[in-house]
């Protein structure tokens, strides 16, 4: 897959950004959940950065100086990592763009405004994806966003320029929806950890760069022959979030001879079913696209259903045989929503596993126990 290539582009991009800076462009940082239209930054002339480290226990502990255990560990971990400033993009982000989605993320935005002079942008997101109101607030909040960002930046964002920011943005989209759809196949051509490093490298790499990389690599995976993984079971990994670094349980699974083929999660990943409409409105497009035509996340009012429909569909276009719900500790609205996935995916004789994570060590032996005897539990299952 190319992959000195993009090791080599993410080890200097951290220069090169810096580079940037010095001639004058500015980094705007935003929270993951596919909420924050990387469009409307890259069309300000400003660099896009998504913060979205995860995965570790040092970052979630560090922030228990200001914020409880109640707090999630992936929320935590982005107050961490600002309070220890080892990540470069954490510290050298000149504006945050913070969408107000769970209380969680809610938390980091007000901690990071009560503790840094940096500059911040709070984004309402409606709590509800399909109503009419709902959708005019969210293409208003991204209007103010637009207006602050221009203001901020010193560029004037012109429709010339977000149309070109959707057209780059749809390519990266659509070769990584390209890319996940190759994994159908009945043999492997590239595991679960390879995808979701490469969507993850998407929220850091130059958005250029990453269409040009991820063309080469659906190039190279179309002409390479499959591996077989035998009796490996393929798995759904369904859950509310897997951060940059989150990869323990993805590897464990591996180790225990599963293989997820394909994964559904709200935070950390970019969404890339759907295209936006690049005519008409705009900054409409933008907003239905990244409110009302997408998945919803758990926290959404009346999403349970939608979710549980394209997680039923997902699992037969994949054919997959057991499916593994990954949470984070705390995560209240995937906790409960598991119950209802578990159940129903019983009813129709689909295993499902819950697994949830404090990033500590100590859960990585249970965690090993519980995956190694599931895969040996769904070994032959097909979903109906």
């Given at each position: 897959?190319?992959?000195?290539?993009?090791?080599?582009?993410?080890?200097?991009?951290?220069?090169?950004?810096?580079?940037?800076?010095?001639?004058?462009?500015?980094?705007?940082?935003?929270?993951?959940?596919?909420?924050?239209?990387?469009?409307?930054?890259?069309?300000?002339?400003?660099?896009?950065?998504?913060?979205?480290?995860?995965?570790?226990?040092?970052?979630?502990?560090?922030?228990?100086?200001?914020?409880?255990?109640?707090?999630?560990?992936?929320?935590?971990?982005?107050?961490?990592?600002?309070?220890?400033?080892?990540?470069?993009?954490?510290?050298?982000?000149?504006?945050?763009?913070?969408?107000?989605?769970?209380?969680?993320?809610?938390?980091?935005?007000?901690?990071?405004?009560?503790?840094?002079?940096?500059?911040?942008?709070?984004?309402?997101?409606?709590?509800?994806?399909?109503?009419?109101?709902?959708?005019?607030?969210?293409?208003?909040?991204?209007?103010?966003?637009?207006?602050?960002?221009?203001?901020?930046?010193?560029?004037?964002?012109?429709?010339?320029?977000?149309?070109?920011?959707?057209?780059?943005?749809?390519?990266?989209?659509?070769?990584?929806?390209?890319?996940?759809?190759?994994?159908?196949?009945?043999?492997?051509?590239?595991?679960?950890?390879?995808?979701?490093?490469?969507?993850?490298?998407?929220?850091?790499?130059?958005?250029?760069?990453?269409?040009?990389?991820?063309?080469?690599?659906?190039?190279?995976?179309?002409?390479?022959?499959?591996?077989?993984?035998?009796?490996?079971?393929?798995?759904?990994?369904?859950?509310?979030?897997?951060?940059?670094?989150?990869?323990?349980?993805?590897?464990?699974?591996?180790?225990?001879?599963?293989?997820?083929?394909?994964?559904?999660?709200?935070?950390?990943?970019?969404?890339?079913?759907?295209?936006?409409?690049?005519?008409?409105?705009?900054?409409?497009?933008?907003?239905?696209?990244?409110?009302?035509?997408?998945?919803?996340?758990?926290?959404?009012?009346?999403?349970?259903?939608?979710?549980?429909?394209?997680?039923?569909?997902?699992?037969?276009?994949?054919?997959?045989?057991?499916?593994?719900?990954?949470?984070?500790?705390?995560?209240?609205?995937?906790?409960?929503?598991?119950?209802?996935?578990?159940?129903?995916?019983?009813?129709?004789?689909?295993?499902?596993?819950?697994?949830?994570?404090?990033?500590?060590?100590?859960?990585?032996?249970?965690?090993?126990?519980r995956i190694d005897a599931f895969i040996e539990i769904v070994k032959g299952g097909v979903a109906q």
């Amino acid at each position: 897959m190319q992959e000195e290539r993009l090791i080599a582009h993410l080890r200097d991009r951290p220069a090169q950004l810096k580079e940037a800076k010095r001639q004058g462009v500015k980094v705007i940082g935003y929270f993951p959940g596919n909420y924050v239209p990387e469009e409307i930054i890259w069309a300000s002339g400003a660099a896009p950065i998504c913060l979205a480290c995860g995965g570790s226990s040092e970052m979630a502990e560090a922030a228990l100086s200001v914020v409880p255990h109640v707090i999630c560990p992936f929320a935590r971990a982005q107050i961490g990592e600002r309070l220890l400033k080892k990540d470069p993009y954490y510290t050298m982000i000149d504006m945050l763009v913070a969408p107000i989605t769970c209380q969680h993320l809610r938390k980091v935005s007000e901690i990071w405004e009560y503790n840094d002079d940096i500059e911040m942008f709070k984004l309402g997101i409606p709590h509800k994806y399909n109503g009419d109101f709902e959708l005019e607030y969210y293409a208003d909040r991204l209007g103010v966003l637009k207006d602050k960002l221009q203001a901020f930046t010193g560029n004037a964002i012109t429709d010339g320029k977000i149309s070109e920011a959707i057209e780059l943005y749809n390519r990266m989209r659509g070769l990584l929806r390209k890319i996940s759809l190759l994994r159908r196949a009945p043999d492997s051509l590239f595991s679960a950890l390879d995808f979701v490093k490469l969507n993850h490298a998407s929220f850091y790499a130059d958005p250029v760069f990453m269409v040009d990389f991820l063309d080469s690599v659906y190039q190279e995976l179309r002409e390479k022959p499959p591996v077989s993984k035998g009796d490996a079971p393929r798995l759904l990994l369904l859950g509310p979030n897997m951060g940059y670094g989150d990869y323990k349980v993805l590897e464990l699974v591996e180790a225990a001879g599963g293989e997820i083929v394909i994964e559904e999660l709200c935070e950390g990943v970019r969404y890339y079913w759907q295209d936006i409409e690049n005519k008409g409105d705009l900054f409409q497009s933008l907003a239905r696209g990244y409110l009302a035509d997408r998945l919803p996340c758990a926290f959404m009012r009346d999403a349970t259903k939608t979710r549980f429909d394209f997680a039923l569909k997902l699992a037969k276009d994949f054919n997959v045989s057991g499916i593994i719900w990954y949470e984070l500790l705390n995560c209240e609205t995937y906790d409960s929503e598991s119950y209802f996935f578990a159940q129903k995916m019983g009813e129709r004789d689909i295993p499902m596993l819950i697994l949830e994570s404090s990033y500590g060590t100590a859960d990585t032996g249970p965690l090993k126990t519980r995956i190694d005897a599931f895969i040996e539990i769904v070994k032959g299952g097909v979903a109906q």
